[in-house]
C-alpha cells in the first residue's frame, strides 16, 4: 500500500473521499483519516486533529459543497478536535 500525500483529497470510490492529517505516529500510522462523504450536500467523518493545514485541505475538498453533518467515531482529539470549528463555520 502506498502512503496517501497528506492534505490531498482522495477518491476511494464513488462518493467517498478520504483526507489524511499530516500527524503521522505510532498510533495513527501515516495520520488520521478524514473522510467525505457524499457528492453535494456531504458528512465529514473523523474531522481530525488541530491542524491549520488540516482545516483547509477540507475546506478544499469540500469548496462548492454543503458540510450537512459531521459525525466522529470516538472522542480521541486526532479524531474529533476539528468538530466544533468545522460545525460553527458551516452550521453542521
Request: aromatic share 2%; net charge positive.
Amino acid at each position: 500500500m502506498t502512503m496517501p500525500e497528506p492534505g490531498k483529497s482522495e477518491t476511494l470510490e464513488d462518493g467517498l473521499r478520504r483526507i489524511l492529517a499530516p500527524n503521522p505516529g505510532p498510533m495513527t500510522h501515516w495520520g488520521t483519516n478524514t473522510f467525505v462523504i457524499g457528492e453535494g450536500r456531504v458528512a465529514i467523518v473523523d474531522p481530525g486533529p488541530q491542524s491549520a493545514s488540516h482545516l483547509d485541505a477540507i475546506r478544499r475538498a469540500t469548496r462548492g459543497e454543503t458540510i450537512t453533518h459531521i459525525l466522529v467515531t470516538h472522542a480521541h482529539r486526532d479524531h474529533s478536535s476539528l468538530t466544533r470549528r468545522i460545525a460553527r463555520e458551516t452550521g453542521a
